[in-house]
Every structure is written in C-alpha cells, then in structure tokens.
C-alpha cells in the first residue's frame, strides 16, 4: 500500500510539468518528488527551463539547490550523436545545462548537491538507486571514464527482460527509471520500475500507457549506427519478426532492418539480417 497522503494539488502539477517538461521522466521524477515517494531527484536543465522548474518549485513548496557548476555534455560520435560525455564547467559558461535538485526538504537537496560536487559514490544512493546498480554504475564510470555506455556494459546474454527494465528508449522520451540497472533483470530496478507504473496509471494514465506499450519492444541497441525497436514483434526461436522499425535517426541499418523484417539473433551482441552477420558493439534486448 502506498503510504503518503496526496497533494491535492497533484494534478494541477501534472498538466504544469506536461507544459515544460521535454521528457516523461522529468515528469516522472517530479511528481514523485512532489508526493514524497522519492526523497531527492536531479534535473539537468538548460537557462529557460530552470526559471520554469524553480518557479515550479516555488509554487508546489519544494526545496532546491542548484549545482555550482555547470554541465557541458557531448556526443563523440557513437550512439547517433546523443551526447554520452559530461564535464563540469563553471556556471558562467556561455554553454552546458544547470543542474537542480529538488525536494520536499532541504536537507536532501543540500546532501546531493554536495555529493555530486565531491564525485561520491555515495551520490546515488542519496538519489535512491539500488545500491547493486550504484555500484554497477560506479564501476562502469571508473572503467570507462567521461564515454560510457551502461546499457551495453549491462547486457550478457540474449533473453526476454521485463520491461520496467528498458532504459534503451530513453533518447526517445520513454523510460519509468531514472537510473541504469545493473542488469537488464535486476529486481530492484524491476520493483522500482512497477511502483513507478503503478504511480502512474494514478495520476497520469495516459502517460502510462503509452510508456507500456513502447517500452515492452524488442531493441536493437547499437554504439555505432542508432537504437531501433519495435512494439510488434514474435520470436521464434532465435528468430525474430518485426513489425515498424522505429528510431530517432534514419540509415542504411534501418532501412535494411524495415524491408527484411526480421533477424536471427547469434548473440546478446550479434545478429544475422539478410544473410550479413552483425557483431561488436551492439545489444539485442527483448522487452517483456
Ligand atoms: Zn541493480
């Protein structure tokens, strides 16, 4: 049973969020911060969006902190071209994003503002992860430095995931976390991942809905030439038939995997399409 008390004012916050949040997660992070279910939550924001955010704040009684510094985040290239390298940069910087935490008391925002600051790796704990996935993401960070890829470093072996789990369409807008787990089957991602559903479909259905529906899809997920899914798909072994390819960037592999419909998956990391054998730098995620 869900313990707090909602604010009445909670959908009156949610068509407010809708208005300036440009992803669901944002959205997500904040209600839940709103209503006390999460106890701190960090936005990276660009200047226009923060004055939205802190008026936000002001209005719905939330405390923020704001970093003092800034973040200057880019692409090198892979991933078609979002940006997977950050570095802190100071707040006058003609360029970056501010980051704000947000909360319900000041204490908290205060603790991540400092933890962040000071690169602890207690930071994600404060923001609530499970600790199997802070470690994870500790241990990625140090291996890879600034360029990372947690989704890839996640995945070791070619099965069907829950779908509470797919952080693959995040670019796109579709995510109920706002970490990367551990494993594509970690249950306390998974756990989180149903709370966050079940807020949800409470207090804003229809968005919801649209995240079951993209989020249970078969992903192909490549460090190289994009992340495309499909919502319809069957799998026959280890072949694998699709319906509409969809993605944020258009390419030779789309189309190749929009005409051939289908794959025969080799790997977590490889795949045949059209008799070519892919490898490498990919993942093949099957959401459930
Ligand atoms: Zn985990």
Redo the contacts with the bound molecule.
């Keep these: 049973m869900r313990k707090s008390v909602r604010d009445n004012r909670i959908h009156e916050a949610v068509d407010r969020l809708a208005g300036f949040c440009s992803m669901n997660w944002e959205v997500l992070e904040m209600l839940l911060t709103l209503t006390g279910e999460k106890k701190v939550c960090r936005q990276v924001l660009e200047e226009e969006r923060l004055r939205q955010f802190i008026s936000f704040c002001r209005d719905f009684r939330l405390y923020y902190e704001l970093a003092d510094f800034k973040m200057l985040a880019r692409g090198d290239g892979t991933l078609g071209g979002f940006a997977n390298e950050a570095e802190a940069a100071p707040t006058n910087h003609p360029y970056g994003s501010y980051i704000l935490y947000v909360s319900k008391n000041k204490k908290s925002a205060g603790a991540a503002k400092l933890a962040e600051r000071a690169t602890s790796p207690e930071f994600g704990k404060i923001l609530g992860y499970?600790g199997?996935?802070v470690d994870?993401h500790n241990g990625v960070s140090a291996r890879q430095g600034k360029s990372r890829d947690f989704i890839l470093d996640s995945l070791k072996r070619y099965g069907i995931y829950p779908f509470y789990n797919n952080m693959c369409l995040q670019h796109q807008g579709f995510a109920l976390l706002s970490h990367f787990?551990?494993?594509p089957d970690?249950a306390?991602?998974e756990s989180a991942g149903k709370e966050r559903l079940d807020f949800l479909r409470e207090y804003f259905p229809a968005l919801a809905q649209c995240l079951e529906s993209e989020l249970k899809s078969f992903v192909i997920y490549t460090k190289d030439s994009g992340v495309f899914y499909s919502t319809g798909f069957t799998m026959e072994g280890n072949m694998v038939t699709f319906g509409e390819i969809k993605g944020l960037i258009r390419n030779s592999l789309r189309e190749k995997l929009q005409s051939a419909g289908k794959i025969y998956v080799t790997d977590f990391n490889a795949f045949t399409l059209d008799g070519e054998e892919y490898r490498g730098d990919c993942g093949i995620f099957s959401f459930k």
């Design positions: 499970p199997c996935c994870f787990p551990c494993s970690c306390a991602s």
